[in-house]
Every structure is written in C-alpha cells, then in structure tokens.
C-alpha cells in the first residue's frame, strides 16, 4: 500500500488532477454558501458579459448568474457521473465475474448479451431511453449506467477467466470453499486494478455523457447542468460566447483531471509499466 | 590451449534509485577453445547475468557493469559502443536460450529466422544462404531439412526447436556458444539428445562453450571445467573430474549431496489395503480446430494405504491430467475412481464436497499457488472454514500445522511475497494438510524448486506421510526423485500406463522398453556421485587409530 502511495505520488499529472477535482468538488459543497441564490432566479439584467457589476461570469439570455449556474451545476453533473458509474461498475463487475467464472454456456449467453449492447451505439441508445422514459434524474443515471458498463464486464471476465485457472484458486475449489466465497474472497481482490483505473475515466465519459444529453435537452429540466447550461444557450453562441465557454471550460477541466488521476492510478498499479515509460 | 574470452573481477549491479545493489560481486573466470564450461548454481547465483553481461545483453536502466574486465582475443568489451557489439554478437558469440518456444518468432519461418542472420552479417546470395542453412539443419540433426525449412515454430516438437536455435547461434561460426539452460524445459530423453548434439558440434568445431545450468547431472555429462557459483560469487571453480568427485568447498558438496543419483529407495513395505482404485478412466480433449488428443486412455491403477506412489512421465503423458481427474478439477469422460469403495465419477459438486476433502493437492508453481493478497495462516485454516469449523479454533491449528511443516513463530501472519519458493511450498503443504486428507496428490511438488531446496521439502513429504498414515500421489518428470521417496513407480506414455512396479526395481530392473529409454537418458550416469558420508569422518578415524 505504502508502495502505491509513493509510486501515485511520482506521478504530478495525477497530483494536478487530484487538486482540481478537489477544488471542484468544494464548488460543488459550497454552491449555497457561495452563491445564496437558485441558479435559476434571474438577478440580473441578460447578456451581461463577464466581469460585469455583480456577475463574475456574466449572465445568461434570460439574466441567470453564469457563475452560480456552474457552482450548481458541479453538484448535479458529479453526483449524476458518480452515482451513474458506481451503478455501472456493480452491474459490470457483477456480470463479468459471473460469466468468467462459471464459462461454458453460461458464457455464451452473457456474452452475447453483453455484444447487443456493443452494437448499438452507446449515446444514441441513452437518448432513446431517456426520451421514452421522460427525462429525470433517475433516468439520466439508468440511461448511462446501461450504457457503461459493458465494456467494464468484459474488462472483469477476462481477468476472472485467466484468473480461474490460477492454482491458488483451483487450491481454494480443492478445499471445499464455495464458488460465491472463492468470487468474493480469492478472486475479486486481484482482479480490482483494471477496475480501479477504469473507474476514473468512467466517471469523464459519464460526465460527457450527461453533458451532452442535457445539450440536446434531454436532461432533467429541473436539475442545472454544465450541459445544460451550454446548451440553452448555443443559439447566441456568436453573440455570448461566455454562456457556452465558461461551463464547457468546467467540463474540460474536470474530464482533464479525471483522466490525469486514472493515468497516474494505471502508473502506480502497474509500476512495471510506468517505469518503462519514463526511462 | 588458447584463452577466447577472460572475465576478471566483474561487478553487476542493479540499479535502482540511483543507488547500486551488486548482484554480481568480482566473479572471474576463462574460456578457452575446444572445451565446455559449465557454470553451476541454484537461482539467484548470478550465473546467468554474467553471461548476459559478456552478451551485452543486460537490460538497460536496470542493470549494469559496475566494475572488473570481460576480454575477447584480447580486446576489452567492457564499455563496448552499441554498434561494435552488434558486429561482435552472432559473429563471435552465439546464444542458445532455455526456452525454445520464445526465442523463435512464431510468424515466421524456420528457416528464415536461420536466414535472417545470415542476411545481415555476410554478403551471401540468396542462395548461397539457403544451402547454408541447409547445412546448418543437417548439422544439428533436423530431420528432413529440406521439408524442415520451411516449417513454422509450432509445427516442430520442443527439441527440433531448440535444435533450429543452436543452429541459429551457429550460423555465423561464433568462436564461443554459450547456453543459458538449454535443456531445463525439455523432456528427460530430448535433453540426452540435445547434450549429445552440444558435444558433438563443439567437438567438431572446436569452439568454446559456456553451458550455465543448475543440474549436476548434466554437468557430469557434458563438462570439462567447472564454475560453481552462489549468491554472485564463485564458490569454486577446476575440472570437472575435481570438482565431481573431490569437491572442497562446502556448498559443492552440498549441491552434489542433494542429487538424486543412485537412489536407494525405500524398503519393502507390507502390502497395504488399497484406498483408490481407478478403472479404465479416459479422457478425451477436443481442440477448437477438432484435433482429439486422448490424454487418458484406460488406466487402471490403485493406490494402497500409506504409500506414496510415483507417478512419472515425460511432457503431454497425461500425468498431470490423471491426477487432476483424481482430485476432480477435470471431469472423466469414462471409467470409475473409487475412494475406500465409494464411487466419485459422476457425483454433482455437492455430492463431491464430501469427498473434497479426503484428497487434496500440492500444486507445482509455489508462486501461483497462494493467493498474494491473503496471510499464510489464513490460507491454510480456509479449508477447514468451509468445512465448518471455527474460525479461532481453524487458525489456532493452521499454526500448528505451520509450525510442523517448519515455519513456526510469527511467519503465519505474513503474506506469500515475503517468503521463499521452498518456504511457500511448505506453506502449499500445510495447505493440503489441513483438511486432514487420505490421499495427497503432488503435481512435480519439488520442479521448480533448487536442488538443495528440493530435497528439504522431500524429506517434508516422507515425514508427513508418516505421521498422518497419508497416501501421496507424487508426478514428477524424474525418475531419480521418485525412485527416492516413492514405495511404488507407475510409468505414463502419451495417455497410457507402461509399467507400475515396486520403485527400486523400475529404476533398477524396468521391464518396459519406454522406461529403459527414460532411464538411460538420465544425465550423468556414468559419474558415480561421490559419498561424502563415508568421506567425511576422516578425522574421527584418524582420531580412532592412534
């Protein structure tokens, strides 16, 4: 564990991405103190542009805070990514342990399963599902949970297979250990790595995910978005540049830090590798 | 006799954080032309990084030659530019590596890859080039060279591999061959093969060979000067007729004790009740491409109470399939295996559970064997756990079956990492022991340990058969190891049992014309191993005659 912590500690992107996120995620705690109004009361005259009295990052076509908007939104786009990958990652972990350990037809059915999902293209089977099932936030997470986590599943099914045939598991079957306890116990805490370095660009791709459904507006109308922010105001994008750049900087910079720890978290995992790249 | 290369206080560190570990530590020794060197140690000797440094092969960034001298023909190679070794590899030096399988590109063909080197070092015509290869495939004895030529890696058995690779090092005519453990993964009789060709070609060519290995058996065979090496220093180092037969350092003897020789085998034990009985059990193992591959075919065996039974066979015999079938991890396709009467074949998982534990196993790799992530102490009480025992109750008798496999104290509450390959396969048989079993079965149990380490947990495995009134199936690839602890041998060819007897008499008196072929190709039959139990008490009989 020490050795993780000084091989993370090497890596400065993954320090960088760290301190973002952690900045971003005080936005996001803070928003109320930060920014007393609802993000949705208009304060202040429209088309303010930044820098302006009283609004940092100007104001929106209707003369909403930029600034608060952002704030608010950190809280429903996190939340939102987080909870979406979590419910991914159990389903996906789930799956993939199953059909990789137990093989055969088993297998078979699951992985063809997991193949109907891959066909069709991810983004336009969450739009779909989230215009039938009406947009909430509930949805939004269902719709980009089922769209994540099959790759995580044939990540863990092909870790669970090359790991089944490990002696210390096949010891484990020989000493009457039953197949759920051997999952748990012998197999599932060696193969967690990938999983770990998967789960922080899982988070981005969700985060780009929901921002994009929310541009197209099919986010939950009531919950302020980065999305949805750009999106209700691309049509003056030529007049208001600040209404769409400010938050699609937030998810730049927030996507960037992910992607930043998931490479250092990948580094201090594998140390082979990383010490490979560096020299 | 002429000096070809002379290594002379050579220091090879890791480096690592910048700071310098030796792993090598002023090693010196010469070869000289027409004669085979046999470097000798256990692993961890740095016999090998030795010669991967006269190579210029050590990996960079991690490895390096922090001080001393390596002269060829008297130019200093120490320091040698990137572009001067290339000239040097190949044409002067050619390498013979352990594993046949990777060091040939398996895309390309043989021939090829023979050709390739050929292709950059001389100006040769195509053509010139493929009857030279030719010529070199006749001289490491490939059957039907011209067919041969134009295979695919995986198209040749283990030993013509390995022969392309020895005639890939000799394409150039290198003045010294060295060999980094050339026989270790080859089958018993393939190996007398390849020794045999080894002899044969720097005889003829009168090169030098550098031969590293960890088998005294194949030192005997094959060397004329000896280098022992331990922990990155020479212990000793002579002609082979000294240092076999009057060794004079301790860790010589050491080594040359700890070889299976002649093995004495155990007495005669009364004919037990049986407590397996296997009938006509086959398996039968279908590829993706539809080959059939009868990995059992009909064996009929038993096993008594009490004794420990050798299962020997060389690589694809089915040994390890029959004693995986035995524990349950495959499923036959045919037959019956009783344990003390009761039929196993064909039980559901659960019925099997109660059968689970009256046999268990000893896997080969003790490094995969554990899992890494869970305390030596709890791997061994997992077993009884699932059988229901207590979990206080499980690890307090966990530690007391560490302890009496000799790692008492504090060692259960480590994890595998910190702990040695012998010390793991302690751990793996404690493991097995838990459960209280009838019938252990011990897939090459010692294989990937060092000799000396070897006959440690062998001495383990014959006490704990002892105390605990246990059956051991014991598969090994040696015949010498099973003769030693074994009561009985049964021999296995290509899913078949070609003889089982009494031990002794196998070793001794085999009847089958397999098993003969398998013992004559023992390495270093004709050295008869020096007994130092009569040798050493000299002093006390000098003590005696005045």
Redesign the interface.
């Known amino acids: 564990m020490n050795n993780f912590f000084h091989a993370f500690r090497r890596h400065k992107g993954g320090i960088i991405g760290l301190v973002v996120l952690a900045l971003v995620a005080v936005m996001a705690l803070c928003a109320g103190w930060l920014f007393p109004d609802s993000p949705w009361d208009i304060v202040n005259a429209p088309y303010l542009p930044p820098l302006s009295d009283d609004a940092l990052l100007g104001t929106d076509t209707l003369g909403r805070d930029i600034a608060t908007g952002i704030a608010y939104g950190a809280r429903v786009t996190l939340v939102l990514a987080i909870v979406s990958t979590a419910v991914s990652i159990l389903v996906g972990i789930t799956v993939g342990a199953v059909s990789g350990f137990y093989g055969g037809k088993v297998d078979q059915v699951i992985v063809g399963f997991i193949e109907l999902f891959q066909t069709i293209p991810g983004f336009f089977l969450a739009v779909v599902l989230v215009a039938i099932l009406t947009p909430t936030i509930g949805t939004v997470i269902l719709a980009i949970a089922l769209v994540s986590w099959p790759p995580l599943a044939r990540l863990v099914r092909a870790e669970f297979m090359s790991m089944k045939h490990?002696?210390?598991?096949?010891?484990?079957?020989?000493?009457?250990?039953?197949s759920t306890?051997i999952i748990l116990?012998?197999i599932l805490?060696?193969s967690l790595s990938p999983v770990i370095v998967s789960g922080p660009l899982m988070v981005a791709s969700a985060i780009l995910l929901e921002s994009a459904l929310s541009f197209l507006g099919l986010g939950d109308p009531n919950a302020m978005t980065w999305g949805y922010i750009i999106g209700a105001s691309r049509s003056v994008l030529r007049d208001a540049w600040w209404m769409s750049v400010f938050p699609g900087v937030a998810i730049l910079v927030t996507v960037l830090a992910l992607n930043l720890v998931g490479e250092a978290l990948n580094d201090a995992l594998n140390p082979k590798l990383a010490r490979k790249r560096t020299? | 006799m002429s000096t070809l290369l002379e290594i002379r206080d050579l220091v090879v560190s890791v480096v690592q954080d910048g700071r310098d570990t030796p792993v090598v530590k002023g090693v010196s020794y010469a070869v000289h032309a027409n004669e085979i060197l046999c470097v000798v140690g256990e692993s961890g000797s740095g016999k090998s990084v030795t010669a991967h440094a006269l190579m210029g092969l050590l990996p960079e960034?991690e490895l390096r030659v922090g001080s001393g001298s390596i002269r060829y023909r008297d130019r200093e190679l120490v320091g040698l530019s990137r572009k001067d070794w290339y000239g040097l590899r190949g044409k002067s030096f050619g390498m013979v590596f352990q594993e046949p399988m990777t060091a040939l590109n398996p895309v390309m063909r043989v021939g090829r890859q023979v050709d390739e080197v050929l292709e950059r070092h001389t100006d040769l015509s195509a053509g010139a080039r493929r009857s030279r290869v030719l010529a070199l495939f006749r001289d490491v004895m490939l059957p039907d060279p011209e067919q041969l030529i134009d295979a695919y890696p995986f198209q040749l058995s283990g030993g013509q591999r390995q022969r392309v690779v020895i005639a890939m090092a000799l394409a150039m005519e290198p003045d010294i061959l060295i060999a980094d453990e050339p026989t270790t993964a080859l089958d018993v009789t393939t190996q007398a093969q390849i020794l045999a060709l080894i002899k044969d070609i720097q005889a003829r060519m009168g090169i030098g060979v550098i031969f590293i290995t960890h088998d005294f058996g194949v030192v005997a065979e094959i060397a004329d000067r000896i280098v022992v090496m331990r922990h990155g220093a020479v212990v000793e180092q002579g002609p082979a007729a000294d240092i076999l037969n009057r060794p004079q350092a301790a860790y010589t003897r050491q080594l040359i004790a700890a070889v299976p020789h002649k093995p004495e085998g155990k007495a005669a034990a009364l004919p037990a009740p049986s407590l397996m009985t296997v009938d006509k059990l086959g398996k039968t193992f279908h590829s993706s491409s539809g080959r059939q591959v009868d990995a059992l075919k009909d064996i009929s065996l038993t096993i008594r109470q009490g004794e420990t039974l050798g299962l020997v066979g060389e690589s694809g015999s089915g040994k390890s399939t029959l004693g995986r079938t035995l524990?349950?991890?495959i499923r036959p396709d045919r037959g019956s295996v009783k344990i003390g009467g009761q039929e196993l074949v064909g039980l559901t998982p659960a019925q099997w559970?109660e059968y689970?534990?009256q046999?268990?196993?000893v896997?080969?790799?003790p490094y995969?064997?554990?899992?890494?992530?869970?305390r030596i102490v709890d791997?061994v009480a997992?077993?009884p756990i699932?059988?229901g025992e207590k979990r206080a109750k499980a690890l307090a008798d966990a530690r007391e079956l560490l302890e009496l496999v000799g790692l008492g104290g504090d060692a259960g509450d480590r994890y595998p990492h910190q702990f040695s390959g012998g010390q793991r396969q302690r751990v793996?048989i404690a493991?097995a022991l838990?459960?209280r079993p009838r019938l252990l079965v011990a897939d090459e149990a010692v294989s990937a340990l060092d000799v000396s380490i070897q006959a440690q947990v062998l001495d383990l495995l014959k006490t704990v058969s002892g105390q605990f009134d246990l059956s051991i199936l014991f598969i090994t690839h040696d015949l010498r190891v099973a003769t030693q602890i074994c009561d009985r041998i049964a021999v296995m060819r290509q899913g078949e049992l070609v003889e089982v007897g009494r031990a002794t008499d196998v070793f001794y008196r085999p009847r089958h014309e397999y098993t003969r072929r398998l013992i004559e190709s023992i390495p270093g039959k004709q050295w008869s191993k020096p007994d130092f139990a009569q040798h050493d008490p000299v002093e006390g009989a000098a003590v005696h005659a005045t």
């Open positions: 490990r002696e210390f598991v096949q010891a484990a079957m020989l000493s009457g250990q039953s306890r116990t012998q805490s060696n020299s | 960034g524990v349950g991890l559970r689970r534990r046999i268990q196993m896997f080969q790799d995969a064997s554990l899992n890494p992530r869970h791997a997992q077993g699932a059988f793996g493991r838990a459960l």
